[in-house]
């Protein structure tokens, strides 16, 4: 079993930044790939970033490029999300997701485990 545990969420105004973070913990292994997905009301889950072990290779949604950025610290076995300029419409519930390494593309990653979810709501 893995635990994946968020926390930075909160409530922002427009053009604010937010930093995410997940802890892993349990039968986890540095060398999974780990994500970021979000949901908003009323609407499917959708991945937003994306990023192998070695961290040598991230995905971004295009609604979030040039804006977001995720990191990890093996070390910690944690994954951070850096969201700046943030608009109305990043307003979801953010998860974090675990997987284990493949050959396929990392926007195609297929989460093992799932975090409980942490809200932010950003207001215009």
């Known amino acids: 079993q893995v635990q994946l545990v968020e926390s930075g969420g909160g409530l922002v105004q427009a053009g604010g930044s937010l930093r995410l973070s997940c802890a892993a913990s349990?039968?986890?292994?540095?060398?999974?790939?780990m994500g970021w997905f979000r949901q908003a009301p009323r609407k499917e889950r959708e991945i937003v970033a994306a990023?192998?072990?070695?961290?040598?290779?991230?995905y971004y949604a295009d609604s979030v490029k040039g804006r977001f950025t995720i990191s990890r610290d093996n070390a910690k076995n944690t994954v951070y999300l850096q969201m700046n300029s943030l608009k109305a419409e990043d307003t979801a519930v953010y998860y974090c997701?675990?997987?284990?390494?493949?050959?396929?593309?990392?926007?195609?990653?297929?989460?093992?485990?799932w975090g409980q979810g942490t809200q932010v709501t950003v207001s215009s």
């Open positions: 349990g039968r986890t292994s540095s060398t999974y790939r």
């Open positions: 990023i192998t072990w070695s961290g040598g290779s991230t």
């Open positions: 997701a675990i997987a284990r390494p493949g050959l396929a593309p990392i926007a195609t990653m297929i989460p093992e485990y």
